[in-house]
């Protein structure tokens, strides 16, 4: 079993940035990818980013290419996304999700809310 946490969310001002965390722990050995999402009020979960964990090649969804950057912290099994030019439309709760290798996202964390105020 894999347990994810996120942390860093909250509120903040159009423009401005934030960090979230994710801590991953347990049977992590076998990690594919992990990716961050996002869920804003009455709509679905879509994906922001992912970060393969073997080669560091990651993916970005047009609406945060060139604001938000994955990374990862391997020694501390940990994922990093950055978060720049803050806006409104950036609200929702934010999963971080883990995949192991052949397998789909399989480990999700509780969620962290980021709310950008206008």
């Known amino acids: 079993q894999v347990q994810l946490a996120e942390s860093g969310g909250g509120l903040v001002q159009a423009g401005g940035s934030l960090t979230l965390s994710c801590a991953a722990s347990?049977?992590?050995?076998?990690?594919?990818?992990v990716g961050w999402f996002r869920q804003a009020p009455g709509k679905g979960r879509d994906v922001v980013a992912h970060?393969?964990?073997?080669?560091?090649?990651?993916y970005y969804a047009d609406s945060v290419k060139g604001r938000f950057t994955i990374s990862k912290d391997s020694a501390k099994n940990t994922v990093y996304l950055q978060m720049n030019s803050l806006k409104p439309e950036d609200t929702a709760v934010y999963y971080c999700?883990?995949?192991?290798?052949?397998?789909?996202?399989?480990?999700w964390g509780q969620g962290t809310q980021v709310t950008v105020s206008s």
């Open positions: 999700a883990l995949a192991p290798i052949a397998r789909g996202y399989d480990y």
């Open positions: 347990g049977r992590t050995f076998n990690t594919y990818r």
């Open positions: 970060i393969n964990w073997s080669d560091d090649n990651t």
